[in-house]
């Protein structure tokens, strides 16, 4: 109960305050507050509400979960991606003055049909992530109250495209703060009392030799149908059925399939069943880095660079993150913030393997049910009895509802924008019939990736941002040479490239070994590729863009000397 | 004669296939000129327009002058000109009213060539010439003669526009000729009345109104930021107030996401400025404005209320279609200069009735490219 009101909480506030905006005034003695620009710190707050997203708050955890060590590369990758965005684009993008990314392309090229080109590049990136939130709305949802994953993604869809036609982005930059608190502490008091308990030994060591098993009795629901391996022959009690087997039978060791909407209750001490598709892995092989894990197709150092790569360029490239420098009244402020974000953003991240690492001891039958994306919040159930256990889960559970409401929005509003700002260039209205559109499209589509971990729709956003709009950024604003046609070239044949990698992938059409490696991270080849292509293109056009000194003394002279085309 | 030309012009001749320019480069090339020519008469469009009289006119070589000197040459080398073509430049210069093209040798290198030479005028002044060397016979003397006239005609459009800012600027300044008057008697009489009873509040007020006189009459550019256009309309407002006292109370709701907008200096005081005049001053009792600026994804809308005695529908029609354009001028200035730097979907949107008050909203884009 607690759980439902914490996150009821969260959506309220999010309305309330995004509907009536905070800035008010009665007097004009009051007008100077009420027309005073964001403060970098408060603007670092909503950057971080916008960042933190379902993708790290539950998928990286669940990764950890899953494969180990291997997937802190993301956290690492993230990290350097918001360094790079504070040395190289957040100021100069600022003080050119453009809101979104196709309008800077435009600006700075001086092709209307580029800007088109990069609008449609944003809605893909952003797309895919979107799917990962609404995924992650209808795992939490589907956690806290039971419900089929549907209803989740449903009404987190709904919500978010209500509010936002309805004129929630009125106070976005405050409703993001706020959600950035609620996020970070559902981070950080599970992580202190999980702190406490393992230091003090009360619980077994993480890391051991031997797979984990479940501590207690313990009941897992299995919400869809899924094939599991055990490891021994076990007594359980089977509501629902396994095979024709239901009751308390005992399950032979070997593959079983379980229905969807069983409840198996597996006795304490049994080693847990793994999904069929995760393999099985001892606490010592879970902590080894570069170990061969089956992750990237068998090849885990080409895998590390892929993952590093693609999340750092990838990052720099996330059409939401990119616009809320925009806040900012000038370049400096701009940097200023996202040096906040960096100094508040490194913990968030540090905290959060804890969750896998400990969902590991705490809950091995996720393992089995194909539901690790709901690790996060399931640990505070497992980890404290009664009230306490409840409590975090709140507190876990707000923040969780937090980090998908305000990332979907920022996502809806840049994907509406590029559909009716870009695309169409037309108005309010048409944006707020862009909202429900994509919303509705999106939603439809998440409802069929309810079995695709939330990560591997993160991966492909990213792999597809680093190779299309992350060169682009970064070769438009410390490049002169760059030509429209040159960055048309590297938009399409590093955003092609790596957006049919990931398809392929995506329909199956590879499944191991290096083919996998390559075309499910293609952040490797595809990054320099669009670099390459972007620079050769350019260097071979005889094209050149108009006012270029201007254009570079807007972007890198300080911010107090005003440049005069 | 024309027919034959047309013949030619058109390639259905077989002999000349080859040489002949086709209608789609004849026609790119004038674009070309066209789009050149609208930025002024320069050594840039010079060469754009010899470009064009080549493949036009189907000429040898072509050089283009201004009213003294060769800016740009075709076909052959600038020096080939020799001094001829400054002769000839001149003697079109000084008959002025040219009906047709000059015609004369010119002994190159290689011989001699004849060539025609047809004034660029700009409001009845010559300001240049075109040189085709080419044989001169038949129709080319006409065709040239259209050429240049097309040149002209361009010319005398980019003109126009040019003119068209230099009034849009004019109306910048009218509009803040226009706010003066009213509104420094009001608040200078204002003060006058405050300095025996409260001289420190008057001084406070005489702060305010230099800094609201500094800020208007900024030259600098024409572009602001919500933020920077907020200050002025504080200004404004206090000094307002000093005025009418709590006549009206003032409701501000500003996110801040629309500070960084930048838009045509001027833009939200002439609104502020009009629901007071016309909404708020002649209502009984004490009445609200309210302003809000909200966020809209790639756009931000600003709008200015007032729950004064609105204004009658018809009354307004009137006023915007410059009928009566004594009351409502800054609105109109407004509209018209949004319109022009941001295009015409960005006028402003006027909800009004008899004794309902009157809401004005402008939307402006977040980022305006130039």
């Known amino acids: ?565 | 004669m024309t027919r034959r030309t047309s013949k030619r012009r058109f390639g259905v001749s077989k002999s000349d296939v080859s040489s002949e320019p086709s209608v789609l480069e004849v026609l790119t090339s004038l674009n070309e000129l066209a789009l050149a020519v609208r930025s002024g008469f320069d050594q840039r469009s010079a060469e754009l327009i010899a470009k064009a009289a080549t493949t036009a006119l189907d000429a040898q070589a072509v050089g283009v002058t201004s009213d003294t000197e060769l800016l740009a040459s075709i076909g052959i080398d600038p020096n080939d000109w020799g001094s001829a073509v400054r002769e000839q430049t001149s003697a079109v210069v000084d008959r002025r009213r040219v009906e047709r093209p000059t015609v004369y040798q010119l002994s190159t290198g290689t011989g001699e060539a004849e060539v025609a030479a047809a004034p660029i005028l700009s409001e009845g002044a010559v300001i240049g010439t075109i040189h085709v060397m080419a044989d001169i016979g038949g129709s080319r003397l006409a065709e040239l003669t259209q050429f240049s006239q097309l040149v002209s005609s361009q010319l005398q459009l980019a003109e126009l526009e040019q003119s068209r800012a230099y009034a849009a600027e004019a109306e910048l300044k009218a509009l803040r000729a226009q706010v003066s008057p009213h509104f420094l008697h009001n608040s200078l009489t204002a003060i006058a009345g405050l300095v025996n009873t409260n001289p420190g509040m008057a001084r406070d007020l005489i702060a305010t109104f230099a800094e609201f006189l500094r800020a208007s009459f900024r030259t600098q550019t024409d572009l602001t930021t919500v933020a920077e256009e907020l200050r002025l309309v504080e200004a404004y407002l206090e000094l307002e107030q000093a005025r009418f006292g709590s006549r009206f109370n003032v409701s501000l709701n500003i996110a801040p996401e629309s500070l960084p907008v930048r838009l045509p200096f001027l833009s939200v005081q002439p609104l502020v400025e009009n629901a007071i005049r016309h909404g708020l001053e002649s209502r009984a009792g004490s009445g609200v404005l309210k302003i809000v600026a909200e966020n809209a994804g790639p756009e931000i809308t600003i709008s200015v209320a007032d729950d004064g005695v609105g204004i009658d529908p018809v009354q307004l029609e009137r006023a915007l279609s410059g009928g009566d354009s004594a009351s409502h001028v800054g609105i109109l200035a407004v509209d018209t200069r949004l319109r022009s730097t941001f295009g015409d979907e960005y006028g402003l949107t006027i909800e009004t009735g008899r004794n309902a008050g009157t809401e004005v909203t402008i939307r402006l884009p977040k980022y305006h490219p130039g």
Not at chain 1, 87 to 101: D, K, Q
Not at chain 1, 464 to 485: C, K, Y
Not at chain 1, 494 to 504: E, I
Request: negative net charge; hydrophobic residues 55%; proline residues 5%.
């Open chain 1, 1 to 565: 109960m607690i759980p439902i009101v914490a996150v009821g909480f969260v959506v309220v506030m999010t309305l309330v305050l995004g509907t009536t905006g905070l800035r008010y005034a009665r007097t004009t003695s009051n007008f100077f507050v009420a027309s005073r620009t964001v403060h970098p710190v408060w603007n670092a707050f909503a950057v971080c509400g916008e960042a933190m997203s379902a993708a790290s708050y539950l998928g990286v955890p669940a990764l950890i979960f899953v494969f180990g060590f291997e997937m802190l590369w993301p956290l690492v990758g993230w990290t350097i991606g918001f360094l790079l965005l504070s040395l190289f684009i957040a100021a100069p993008i600022r003080r050119f003055g453009s809101y979104t990314i196709p309008e800077f392309i435009e600006g700075r090229l001086d092709s209307p049909r580029l800007r088109q080109v990069v609008a449609i590049m944003v809605i893909v990136v952003s797309w895919f992530f979107f799917l990962a939130q609404l995924k992650g709305a209808g795992v939490v949802t589907r956690a806290l109250l039971g419900t089929p994953y549907w209803v989740g993604v449903l009404a987190v869809g709904a919500l978010v495209a209500m509010n936002l036609s309805a004129g929630g982005m009125r106070g976005i930059t405050f409703v993001q703060g706020f959600q950035f608190f609620f996020i970070f502490l559902g981070i950080l008091i599970p992580f202190a009392v999980m702190s406490t308990v393992w230091f003090r030994g009360d619980l077994d060591p993480i890391i051991t030799n031997s797979a984990p098993v479940f501590l207690d009795e313990t009941a897992v629901d299995y919400p869809n149908d899924v094939s599991i391996d055990l490891p021994n022959a076990t007594k359980v009690d089977i509501d629902g059925s396994v095979g024709d087997q239901s009751g308390l039978v005992e399950l032979s060791s070997g593959t079983h399939e379980v229905v969807g909407g069983s409840t198996i209750t597996w006795p304490a001490g049994a080693s847990a069943p793994h999904a069929s598709t995760i393999g099985a892995l001892t606490g010592t092989e879970w902590a080894q880095p570069l170990g061969d894990k089956g992750v990237g197709g068998g090849h885990p150092l080409y895998f590390s660079f892929a993952i590093v790569l693609a999340n750092m360029f990838g990052l720099m490239g996330l059409p939401h993150i990119v616009v809320r420098f925009y806040t900012n009244p000038t370049g400096r402020e701009a940097r200023r913030t996202n040096l906040i974000v960096l100094a508040l953003i490194a913990p968030y991240y540090a905290m959060l393997p804890l969750f896998g690492a400990a969902s590991r001891v705490l809950s091995p039958g996720l393992l089995g049910a194909g539901t690790t994306d709901s690790a996060t919040v399931s640990v505070g159930e497992r980890l404290v009895d009664g009230t306490g256990g409840e409590l975090i889960t709140a507190v876990v559970s707000a923040g969780a509802a937090a980090a998908f409401l305000s990332t979907s929005s920022g996502l809806l509003i840049a994907m509406a924008g590029a559909v009716s700002h870009d695309l169409m260039s037309a108005g309010v209205r048409q944006f707020r019939v862009a909202v429900w559109l994509v919303a509705a499209a999106s939603v439809l589509v998440a409802l069929a990736v309810e079995t695709t971990d939330i990560n591997v729709l993160i991966g492909w956003s990213t792999s597809i941002a680093a190779s299309s709009i992350a060169p682009l950024l970064v070769l438009g604003i410390w490049w002169t040479r760059l030509t429209s046609n040159g960055a048309l070239a590297a938009i399409v044949v590093g955003g092609g490239a790596s957006t049919a990698a990931v398809l392929s992938t995506m329909l199956g059409l590879v499944d191991s070994g290096w083919p996998l490696a390559i075309l499910g991270t293609p952040a490797v080849w595809s990054v320099p590729l669009a670099f390459a292509i972007g620079i050769v293109v350019s260097l071979r056009d005889r094209e050149t863009v108009s006012d270029l000194g201007y254009k570079f003394a807007l972007m890198h002279v300080p911010d107090r000397f005003e440049p005069q085309p």
